[in-house]
């Protein structure tokens, strides 16, 4: 990726256990590690979370240090996962948590994966308790339901953009633009059923559409009607559906940076000038931001046409179509199928 044309220089980094993760079902606690009841843990939690929870292999584990944006096609590839824990279980045991949760925000589970800490801050704040003839440990854990939900939301919008870029005219039945003109709808059509969808009857047929949709959902809303004045109930075609289908994903990617920001930091550089950099608050508004990369035009991705993996195209012909190694494979396919 090139920075040069930013205006903000891209400063971080993030953390990967050095030993992994793995999905377990334990005990929500609360944040001095007792299990109170279902009414004191509502209290806590605004909604309980349900599991089964992210939490380390080993509580006392070194972490590794990398660069995502050294990764520009890193939001693509967590966007083409399976919602399915053991995609996400691989994806976080090779690029860590999505979000670091403040110990406000945290959920807290009595985790069996631990090694015993003697330190005196472990001691002091009481870390590991035995219930019965199991030794726990009070740990922060990320809920099941976080890690589907988030993949779930850049998946849909990630598939908007490349339709976008593709100008797919299959956006004609997702995206609906009111007939006033100032708020988008659309359509949260579950990505593995795309190419099976019968567009004609999906803009015509509502129980057909009821069938493959998640929910109609609107982010865009710009004006408010005057007093006594009401929307029109007709909806349309917008004319120009790709205008239509920027206004959705640019919004859906503001209202996501909101809730997962980027902060503005300086450093000096090698000459002594002072630099500006954003520094993004998690892995997850860091992709977020390499989506909006993209749409801008600054990350340049393509997918092969063999495997339909994503490749950043810095450094490649402006032709290239295919990795080399598969279509190499495809050659050796082809030859075979003539030889038999």
């Not at 040069?4 to 999905?23: H, I, R």
């Not at 992210?54 to 939001?75: C, M, N, R, V, Y």
């Not at 809730?259 to 977020?288: H, Q």
Request: hydrophobic fraction near 35%; glycine fraction near 4%; aromatic fraction near 14%.
């Amino acid at each position: 990726m090139n920075a040069s044309a930013q205006k903000f220089e891209l400063s971080f980094t993030w953390q990967k256990p050095s030993v992994g993760y793995e999905w377990e079902d334990c005990p929500v606690c609360d944040h001095w590690g007792e299990i109170p009841d279902r009414s004191k843990l509502e209290q806590i939690y605004e909604d309980i979370p349900d599991g089964p929870y992210l939490t380390e292999l080993d509580g006392s584990q070194s972490l590794i240090s990398w660069k995502p944006f050294e990764h520009p096609a890193l939001f693509a590839q967590f966007a083409d996962l399976k919602p399915e824990k053991d995609a996400l279980l691989q994806w976080a045991n090779q690029y860590g948590r999505l979000i670091d949760f403040s110990y406000k925000d945290a959920v807290f589970v009595l985790s069996k994966n631990f090694a015993i800490d003697n330190s005196m801050w472990a001691l002091h704040n009481k870390r590991h308790y035995k219930k019965g003839e199991q030794m726990y440990c009070r740990v922060k854990a990320d809920p099941w339901p976080f890690w589907r939900n988030e993949q779930r939301q850049l998946s849909f919008i990630t598939m908007l953009w490349e339709m976008l870029s593709n100008k797919d005219p299959r956006l004609n039945g997702i995206i609906m633009w009111a007939h006033e003109g100032q708020r988008v709808y659309v359509y949260k059509i579950k990505k593995e059923l795309l190419n099976e969808i019968d567009f004609e009857k999906f803009r015509t047929n509502e129980d057909y559409l009821l069938e493959h949709t998640i929910t109609r959902d609107l982010l865009f809303d710009v004006r408010y009607p005057k007093e006594g004045q009401e929307w029109m109930a007709h909806y349309c075609r917008f004319p120009d559906i790709m205008k239509a289908t920027f206004i959705y994903i640019q919004s859906a990617i503001n209202r996501k940076l909101y809730e997962y920001p980027l902060n503005i930091g300086f450093r000096m550089s090698e000459d002594g000038l002072v630099r500006k950099s954003l520094v993004p608050t998690s892995l997850l508004s860091a992709m977020w931001y390499q989506l909006y990369l993209a749409m801008s035009g600054e990350i340049k991705l393509r997918r092969c046409s063999i495997c339909e993996k994503w490749e950043n195209m810095e450094g490649h012909r402006v032709n290239w179509s295919k990795h080399a190694a598969c279509a190499n494979n495809e050659r050796v396919k082809r030859s075979r199928s003539k030889k038999a």
